[in-house]
């Protein structure tokens, strides 16, 4: 099969091999995808760029879209040709979806609805199902204030769409005006730039509270960095959802202040949410694409043998999905 793949860390243009490489075979419970598009999220380059090397070699790319055309157990064999998006297939893992075929486990493939394009699949996965956990892990959000940062991320745009389907008022922030007009497509109710908007005097106009507050539900992609903001808009039991850090690593815990309002920080990583949170966020996804209330930001499309530009792309946090597409 065609394959992208590192032999060690490092930046993309310098350790990103393509070439041939040995069809995969399916181990017990799991299935074989032949591999139509393959999604780059940030955290494929962050394990590419230094994270260590868990295998001597490392096929990336966590999420994509294709067909299963085998499986390891006999059980298995009706979802042969099967369309599918399927997610972690690097998680534990040697071969990623930057592949022509790739094994997962066979709950990881999930049922690509009919009208779902193989490159919207592979939009899916680690973004969609974070964007879930984060805002209904806590309970419903109906007739909550939501407020999404990054709402023009790749989970941030999920999640206004998940908040607004619960029942949510939904605030997104964004860093420009590219941004703003992706956020506003998803559905938010009120987007602020985070460059020029005075954004705790919007967000209490917004909200009408006499605090100043009235945020009950925050999806935080930068923690640290927006603690401040947290602080004074948050409501009494309110809760924050945080993926992300990476501007502010350590931050430092207002702890009174918090928890004077009693306030809930759960801290949300995809990769060891349990089995059954993977299998609701599924279900959920999979119940809005066949209602067709979700949309999809794809960014730019891109062969395989364009990889170190997708992986750059995601590096400098380029607007939109970058898809890899194996025909």
Known sequence: MKAAWYSKNGPAREVLEIGDLPD?????GEVLVRVRASGVNPSDTKSRGGRGMVF???IPNQDGAGEIVGVGSPELESRIGERVWFYESTLGRWNGSAAEFTTV?????????DGVSFEEGACLGIPAMTAWRCVFADGPVDGKVVLVSGGAGAVGRYA???AKLGGARVIATVGN???AASASAAGADLVLNRHVDDLATAIAGFTGDANGRGVDRFVEVAF?????????????NGVVASYASDAVPEPKLPFWPLVMLDVTIRFVLVYVMPKQAHLEAAEAINSALEAKQLTHHIG??????????AHEAVERGDLGKTILVLP
């Open 224 to 236: 640290g960095a927006n603690l401040e903001l947290i602080v004074k808009t948050i409501s009494p």
């Open 300 to 309: 730019r499309t891109l062969p395989l043998a364009s990889i170190v530009e």
């Open 160 to 162: 206004i769409q998940f």
């Open 24 to 28: 995969p075979t399916p181990g017990p």
């Open 177 to 179: 005006a590219e941004a």
């Open 56 to 58: 001597p070699r490392i």
């Open 105 to 113: 486990p066979a709950y990881k493939a999930v049922r690509l609805p």
